[in-house]
């Protein structure tokens, strides 16, 4: 699977963003996919996630520090998510990756070792 992400930019403080990220390649009949961030000198840290498949989406997943403020969806544009970045902070700031992983029951993973293939980042700078 190879994942594209894209979307990244400089606003400013409460703008908003929407990231996308478009998957091609083999495909699953059900994929999760999660949005995870790196700040500079800070660890992966997650983000979102979404369990989908063609038509549907299964279940969805924030983390508290975005929650009310992202929200990420299956795009109507094939193998697609998006995530929308609302009331944005400079805390905000850092490398936003998509990864993804097929899907199987459960719960949505939050750690990123648990995904299997990944896109390269796009920045996103949030200035105050």
């Known amino acids: 699977v190879q994942l594209q992400a894209s979307g990244g930019g400089l606003v400013q403080a409460g703008g908003s963003l929407r990231l996308s990220c478009a998957a091609s390649?083999?495909?699953?009949?059900?994929?999760?996919m999660g949005w995870f961030r790196q700040a500079p000198g800070k660890e992966h840290e997650f983000v979102s996630a979404?369990?989908?498949?063609?038509?549907?989406?299964?279940?969805?997943d924030y983390a508290d520090s975005v929650k009310g403020r992202f929200t990420i969806s299956k795009g109507n544009a094939k193998n697609t998510v998006y995530l929308q970045m609302n009331s944005l902070k400079p805390e905000d700031t850092a490398v936003y990756y998509c990864?993804?992983?097929?899907?199987?029951?459960?719960?949505?993973?939050?750690?990123?070792?648990?995904?299997?293939?990944w896109g390269h980042g796009t920045l996103v700078t949030v200035s105050s």
């Open positions: 979404i369990r989908w498949s063609e038509g549907s989406t299964y279940a969805i």
């Open positions: 990864a993804a992983k097929s899907g199987v029951p459960g719960i949505l993973r939050r750690w990123s070792y648990e995904y299997d293939y």
């Open positions: 390649g083999r495909t699953f009949r059900v994929y999760d």
